[in-house]
């Protein structure tokens, strides 16, 4: 490094951010203070419309159109960057800060090789030939933990895993040698084991290159594994900017409490009930769903061999990456999917070989929960009309009597009862979630399965929706089966855990069994996975990477 | 603020409604409005040009223009609006049958559509009419004919992406059948953008059913049609006889601009995702909006 | 069998992947175009021989045509019988030229195809380079000039601003060459090579004819592209639109990739779904050419077409509607492999 280290290699002071039309509402940045120093990793937290993202952009002088600078500058080395000219705005972009977005998939050429896109960046900073540039790209991405990047340089965007993707965009920011990297919620949407794996790349090729990183992130977990200090925003501001360890252990600002209170785990505090438990609700076995490969004559075991039981107000935990089957069997047990065999017995009745017509009356049992909130509700329809739909299909009643039930529902999951006549847009999506769940429980379902019901929610939001499904699970007395990837929500609310992997569970027990001392090495490897907040000395990578010593 | 969403006011809808309410003046009031009779020659008064007496000049039969601009809408939107409308009833339902229902007789149906498609629409148009006879009818019947498969086409592959998405399953959790999965949640949705098609449909009708008069296989003299009209003066507009084709073919481009125009505005208005994106850039940067708990 | 075939098929080069399994389709759409055709001249009331002789047909003349189209027989054995006629190339003869219908259309194809294909370039120039502009610059002159001319265009008559060219650039001022014809009735064509006069008059070396057959093609050209230029214009914007505000345009722009290698892939990625479209400004044009033809007596197929109307010339009109089809279907076949082949998400 031929920098002196005191000299920050980005400078933000008293920035400010509105919108260019007059508006009565709050600036989307304002106050704005930050320095990054030499390699730093700064972690930047916060929930949805914090302005996160907004810094990045402001960062690399690429606000939407309808915003701008109203306040305050922007330094890179102590160089103010709105006296740049327009080349040298060009150049300082991926040159010396260089932006890591969320889904990689969506931020390469669909129809340019992966080598080429990085070749189109080092030659528009860099005067380097075509051929130096290929072998620099092709190295890179050998150095970012792609197997076989000689031939996988070549290889177009589609082709590639999301972890992959990432990895090239991650080599996609490098190439040029910035001084700094940001990284925007690098990791979102990525399977845990396959995120832990990209961080840790991440932070030990910028380590060795000597660059700074601003890691933006919701994620308290990814802040505390990985960064130096840690800065909380909210509504624009930066509520407050501190060493990590220290942040952690006592947080200054109310805001910063609930937001770690809300990230850690609630431990199960209600007893089973006992007496019921000799004949379970639902009884899987042996559960097989194929479906057709790619090619033809080539088939797929989305579901191998499955079985377990749910007894009735138990919640089962069923955990595993994309991929892994999980969401197949919801589907079977609702009967969106015709399973190949094995047995499916609800309340001693076998259900997978009934009529559609047979199935109706028990629709009003068996209910599921969607992942996502927005999608599965349809558009067009108001609250009051999409959480009566079972109702209407499945019971004779008046539309009065039907009004009364939604508002009943609507108060069970804490929605305000006028919320009934508007439409799903109107919503945010942590109230799209409850409008699913009152949609489930209105024909007072005996079994109810929820896919993923905290992914894709912000911090508090999720805490608010775990709650929720605690105290419908202990007032209805709800069997439950629990699609989930987020192990975290699992503390809190399942008795046993099955863990998946490619159709098959691995594991199964007790959730505080499964937790404590897993015994499968997959089990192992996706708790090992996870980032918690508790018991955090210092930024220190992943427990994987500790385990391994090394990264890829 | 009044209620009136935004998308109505633009000054593209504020034309497009002006437009359209002096059309359905001019079709409602024509004897009242028009000067002369719309039909009848006048041999003396052959090709004068506009004066105060034929505003918009005469013919070679000596017809007053202005008049049969005036009549002409009400047989040009006539056949437009029934033909679109016919097209509309038949290719929504059977776009919503052979999206929702995969089978030989939908990829039967949508091979007969690509057949139909495979000639060029003005071709087929006027080969149709030439066949069937040169009647105003017929010139309608033909349009629904081509504008059949554009409704179903579009239903359709409304459809088959909206029957995938989890709303649609999460109806069929909710014991929805078939038909009220169709009727209830599909239509509605794959609806919309047929709307906006309805419009810009009878604008293209409107041209096809002018191009079609234009070469003689539509309506025939002297009905007041703004095609033929405007083919009546085709020949002294080398001669620089302007006003004959001049003024029914303005009234083609107005006529049309209106419901191109009235396209976009139901496009602006029915775009959830726009007023979606209205609304959350509102609530996003509200703090702590994310539940009432 | 059928995984038989497939595995051959993966063993070919991805191009030939694309393009023979779409050769094969091409059989059945011309089936089921002939099909259309056949049945459209069924439509008619009165005697098929009759319509296609003409009422001036004597009767051994009818009931020789009865015989051989099999008029005797069932409707399908008729349809064999036409598709066997139509295989050897016997469209029927012309009742107003007393031609065979297959010479005629020969005969008048270049001149269509020669209009088209100008009509086309300078549809395209003015389509691509409007929409590009009008999105990397938005809120710009281009920009709201783009969106009245993208309305306008959609509603102009093609038939009418070609009159109204003729009158202000010929009658008024004097500026365009006379709407009668390809070229001028002074000049003898030149010599057949293309069956394009522009082009066969540049290998013939001679100017005059290469200036005259220019100066008629202009307007009728420009009234093509004016109104189809729009259309393209508005399609392309939304697609090359939605691509300038990919994610990915964003992050090559965060990245610090210029501008011009930017828009440069933007294009390169809106190419799939261009192509399509000009493949359907193909079939807009030539229908388009039908109205245009006339009004500048071009003598091509779509002025063939409107007297075949006009004189109940039903065969006549049959073989140009079998030739629009499989002229169409062949574009669109094209428009498919190319498609295919610049998209490299399409898996085969």
């Not at chain 1, 065999?341 to 009934?354: A, M, N, P």
């Not at chain 2, 990829?107 to 149709?128: C, E, N």
């Not at chain 2, 079609?212 to 025939?220: M, P, Y």
């Not at chain 3, 270049?110 to 590009?132: D, H, Q, S």
Request: overall charge positive; some cysteine.
């Amino acid at each position: 490094m031929q920098e002196v280290p005191s000299v920050p290699l980005l400078r933000i002071d008293s920035l400010r951010v509105e919108s260019i039309t007059p508006t009565s509402a709050p600036p989307f940045l304002q106050g704005i203070n930050l320095r990054l120093m030499p390699n730093e990793i700064l972690g930047v937290v916060g929930e949805t419309g914090a302005g996160k993202s907004l810094l990045a952009r402001a960062i690399l002088d690429l606000l939407p159109e309808d915003l701008r600078v109203t306040e305050g500058e922007i330094f890179s080395r102590e160089r103010p960057l709105s006296r740049l000219s327009p080349a040298e705005r060009r150049a300082f972009r991926g040159g010396e800060v260089a932006l890591i977005g969320t889904n990689a998939k969506e931020l390469l050429d669909p129809v340019v090789t992966v080598g080429s896109q990085l070749v189109r960046v080092l030659r528009s900073h860099h005067r380097v030939s075509r051929r130096e540039a290929w072998a620099r790209a092709v190295s890179l991405l050998a150095e970012v933990g792609i197997v076989n990047a000689k031939e996988r340089a070549h290889a177009y965007p589609h082709e590639l895993s999301g972890g992959m993707a990432q990895r090239v965009v991650i080599a996609m920011s490098l190439i040029s040698e910035p001084k700094v990297v940001l990284a925007d919620d690098a990791t979102l949407g990525l399977d845990a084991t396959v995120s832990v794996q990209v961080l840790d790349m991440l932070v030990e090729r910028t380590r060795k290159m000597g660059v700074s990183v601003i890691l933006i992130t919701h994620d308290l977990g990814i802040v505390a594994h990985y960064c130096n200090r840690v800065a909380v925003m909210r509504s624009g501001r930066i509520e407050e900017i501190r060493d990590t360890v220290d942040f952690l252990a006592r947080p200054d600002h109310r805001y910063s409490q609930d937001l770690l209170e809300a990230a850690k785990a609630r431990p199960i505090p209600w007893v089973r009930s006992i007496g019921k438990a000799d004949t379970p609700l639902l009884e899987v076995s042996n559960l097989v769903k194929i479906f057709p490969g790619k090619r033809p004559g080539e088939e797929v075991r989305a579901v191998d061999g499955v079985s377990f039981l749910i007894p009735p107000s138990e919640t089962l935990a069923l955990v595993g990456e994309s991929g892994s089957g999980k969401t197949t069997i919801g589907q079977c047990l609702v009967r969106l999917l015709q399973s190949d065999s094995g047995r499916v017995l609800f309340d001693g009745q076998e259900i997978t070989t009934l009529s559609e017509a047979r199935f109706r009356p028990l629709r009003r049992r068996i209910q599921m929960v969607f992942q996502e909130p927005y999608v599965a509700l349809n558009p067009r329809w108001r609250v009051r009309h999409l959480v009566d739909e079972p109702l209407r299909m499945l019971d004779k009643l008046t539309s009065a009597e039907r009004l009364k039930r939604v508002h009943g529902m609507l108060e069970l999951v804490r929605l305000p009862a006028r919320y009934a006549e508007l439409y799903p847009y109107e919503l945010t999506a942590g109230e799209q979630k409850r409008v699913g769940m009152a949609r489930a429980l209105i024909s007072r379902p005996d079994f109810v399965i929820f896919d993923e019901p905290t992914t894709a929610l912000d911090i508090r939001v999720r805490a608010q929706i775990i709650d929720l499904v605690r105290q419908l699970q202990s007032d209805m007395q709800l069997s439950a089966l629990f699609i989930t990837h987020d192990l975290n929500s699992v503390r809190s609310l399942a008795h046993n855990v099955a863990v998946m992997n490619r159709g098959r569970i691995v594991e199964m027990g007790s959730m505080e069994e499964v937790f404590a001392r897993p015994k499968d090495p997959y089990t192992q490897k996706l708790l090992a996975a996870e980032l918690g907040i508790e018991g955090i000395h210092g930024p220190q990578g992943s427990a994987a990477a500790k385990k391994k010593g090394t990264v890829d | 603020m009044s209620r009136i969403p935004h998308s109505l006011r633009s000054p593209a809808a504020v034309i497009g409604f002006a437009l359209l309410f002096l059309q359905i003046l001019l079709i409602l009031f024509a004897p009242l409005l028009s000067p002369y009779s719309p039909v009848e020659a006048d041999a003396l008064a052959s090709l004068q040009p506009p004066s105060a007496a034929h505003w918009f000049g005469t013919d070679i039969t000596g017809m007053d223009v202005f008049s049969r601009v005036i009549y002409a809408t009400r047989i040009n939107l006539l056949i437009s609006v029934v033909s679109v409308a016919v097209a509309f009833l038949i290719g929504v339902p059977l776009g919503l049958f052979i999206g929702y229902y995969k089978g030989i007789v939908s990829s039967l149906v949508m091979r007969l559509f690509d057949f139909i498609q495979a000639f060029p629409i003005f071709v087929l148009g006027m080969a149709l009419v030439a066949v069937m006879g040169q009647e105003i009818w017929n010139v309608a019947i033909v349009l629904a004919i081509l504008f059949t498969p554009v409704f179903a086409r579009l239903i359709r592959a409304e459809v088959l992406s909206l029957r995938e998405r989890p709303f649609v399953a999460a109806a069929r959790c909710s014991g929805a059948s078939d038909l009220h999965i169709m009727f209830g949640h599909l239509l509605l949705n794959a609806l919309l953008p047929a709307m906006v098609q309805v419009s810009i449909s009878i604008g293209m009708a409107i041209l096809l059913t002018a191009g079609l008069s234009f070469i003689g296989a539509g309506v025939r003299m002297p009905v007041p049609e703004w095609g033929l009209m405007v083919s009546s003066g085709a020949q002294q507009m080398i001669l620089g006889v302007w006003w004959v084709s001049l003024f029914p073919g303005l009234a083609i481009v107005f006529s049309v601009l209106c419901f191109a125009l009235l396209g976009d505005v139901i496009r602006d208005l029915l775009d959830p995702t726009k007023t979606r994106r209205a609304v959350s850039t509102s609530t996003d940067i509200i703090p702590g909006i994310g539940g009432p708990l | 069998m059928l995984t038989g075939l497939r595995r051959f098929q993966q063993m070919l080069p991805r191009s030939l992947q694309i393009i023979l399994p779409r050769l094969l389709l091409l059989a059945p759409q011309m089936f089921g175009v002939l099909f259309v055709t056949f049945f459209l001249i069924r439509l008619l009331p009165g005697d098929p021989a009759v319509l296609l002789l003409g009422n001036m047909a004597t009767p051994e003349a009818v009931a020789q045509l009865r015989e051989r189209l099999g008029l005797n027989d069932s409707i399908w054995v008729q349809f064999i019988a036409y598709c066997r006629n139509v295989l050897h190339g016997d469209l029927g003869i012309s009742i107003f030229t007393s031609h065979p219908v297959l010479t005629d259309l020969m005969e008048r194809a270049p001149a269509t195809l020669e209009l088209i294909f100008y009509a086309m370039i300078l549809t395209v120039a003015i389509g691509l380079l409007l929409a590009v502009v009008s999105v990397v610059r938005p809120g710009g002159f281009t920009d709201v000039a783009t969106r009245i001319y993208g309305l306008a265009a959609g509603a102009i008559p093609d038939f009418w601003i070609g009159l109204i060219l003729i009158f202000v650039f010929f009658s008024k001022l004097g500026w365009a060459a006379a709407p009668f014809g390809r070229i001028d009735a002074m000049l003898s064509e030149p010599p057949y090579v293309t069956g394009f006069y522009t082009i066969d008059a540049l290998v013939a070396g001679d100017f005059g004819v290469l200036h005259s057959a220019a100066g008629r093609l202009l307007l009728p050209v420009i009234t093509l592209a004016v109104v189809n230029a729009g259309a393209l214009m508005k399609m392309t914007q939304s697609v090359f639109g939605k691509v300038w505000a990919s994610p990915f345009v964003r992050h090559a722009r965060a990245s610090g990739v210029p501008e011009r290698v930017i828009i440069r892939a933007a294009l390169r990625n809106s190419l799939p779904p261009i192509i399509t479209i000009v493949g359907f400004l193909v079939g807009f044009l030539l229908g388009a050419a039908v109205l245009v033809e006339t009004i500048f007596s071009w003598g091509g197929l779509g002025q063939y077409a409107v007297q075949a109307v006009m004189n109940s010339d039903y065969p006549a009109l049959q073989g140009f509607i079998l030739v629009a089809a499989a002229f169409i279907l062949v574009v669109y076949l094209i428009v498919d492999i190319l498609y295919e082949l610049v998209d490299p998400r399409i898996r085969v």
